[in-house]
């Protein structure tokens, strides 16, 4: 069986337990020929949702906004989750360590360097409301992609960073810290990310694939969530990439990864639905969440029960 995966950015530790699968032939264990598509490939021109609601993917890694996206464009795309590659929110708005903002209202009147996805930077000045402050963040959207190289560098004061993946790299390549304000630390309860998506077509259509997909990738991920530094060694030498060629890096980037990978029953992929739901009507409530219009939306229009399924693991 043939199937292809989208990566959200050219590969990193968020992707460690599908690289290791790879690595370690449980694709083939699954009598699966896997193939990656980097968007290094087309220099970030098409997302990974985006191959994925055109049906050039089987499977693609993106957030939960942008399922929620897709499924309240005008002409709707029905994505879905199968699985969540992390059960923990280990992403954070970020701010240098020497810097004299201290909490998120301080954010006020600073630029945040902005990927400008659709929901992100109504996130991030709801983030900032929620701390006292008034939302009235300045908003900047450079040409690279590695964003913490803004803060790095002075010419943003904040974005949007994976700890696990930004923080030792950071720390690495500039000898920088970060100071970071998680989201669910000031009263967002955000959903997902990253997740593995499919399109609603394929849980039928190519439910076999998926199934042995999903099985290579938990046994993947429980390889990493056990082992980092063997992880970070095997991965070292099967990618040919810039990124991994400094396997200290990646072995402290896995073990602060690993604590994020399974939940606490020991489960990886499942999802719970009052997480989906509390996170929808968080942005309805704060009218985060608005039609292509930019008419806020009401719960009615969107059934939460679409956006993901735990049928994979049953």
Not at 163 to 175: D, I, R, S, T, V
Not at 192 to 219: C, G, M, N, Q
Request: glycine share 6%.
């Amino acid at each position: 069986m043939k199937l292809t995966l989208a990566l959200d950015w050219s590969p990193n530790t968020l992707h460690a337990g599908y690289l290791v699968a790879e690595a370690k032939g449980y694709y083939r264990d699954e009598s699966l020929d896997v193939t990656f598509i980097s968007p290094e490939d087309d220099n970030y021109e098409t997302t990974p949702a985006k191959r994925l609601a055109d049906k050039d993917v089987s499977l693609a890694i993106a957030p939960s906004e942008s399922v929620i996206s897709f499924n309240t464009l005008g002409n709707s795309v029905p994505l879905t989750a199968v699985a969540a590659a992390l059960q923990k929110d280990a992403s954070a708005i970020v701010v240098r360590a020497d810097s004299d903002i201290d909490r998120p209202a301080q954010l006020d009147d600073k630029l945040f360097a902005s990927y400008n996805a659709r929901f992100e930077n109504d996130i991030v000045r709801q983030l900032i409301k929620n701390d006292g402050g008034q939302g009235k963040i300045r908003i900047s959207s450079p040409e690279y992609l590695e964003m913490w190289r803004t803060v790095a560098e002075n010419s943003a004061d904040a974005t949007w960073v994976f700890l696990p993946w930004e923080g030792p790299k950071a720390k690495l390549e500039q000898n920088l810290s970060f100071r970071a304000f998680s989201l669910g630390d000031y009263g967002i309860p955000y959903g997902y990310s990253p997740l593995l998506i499919t399109h609603a077509d394929f849980v039928t259509a190519e439910a076999d694939a998926i199934r042995a997909f999903l099985r290579a990738a938990e046994k993947g991920w429980r390889y990493v969530a056990e082992n980092q530094d063997e992880s970070a060694e095997l991965l070292h030498q099967h990618l040919n990439h810039a990124d991994w060629r400094n396997p200290t890096m990646i072995q402290e980037s896995l073990r602060m990864l690993a604590p994020y990978v399974l939940s606490g029953e020991g489960r990886w992929g499942f999802m719970d639905g009052t997480r989906w739901l509390n996170f929808v009507e968080w942005m309805i409530e704060t009218k985060v969440l608005k039609d292509v219009e930019g008419v806020p939306m009401n719960i009615g229009q969107i059934d939460t029960s679409m956006l993901y399924t735990n049928d994979f693991f049953k």
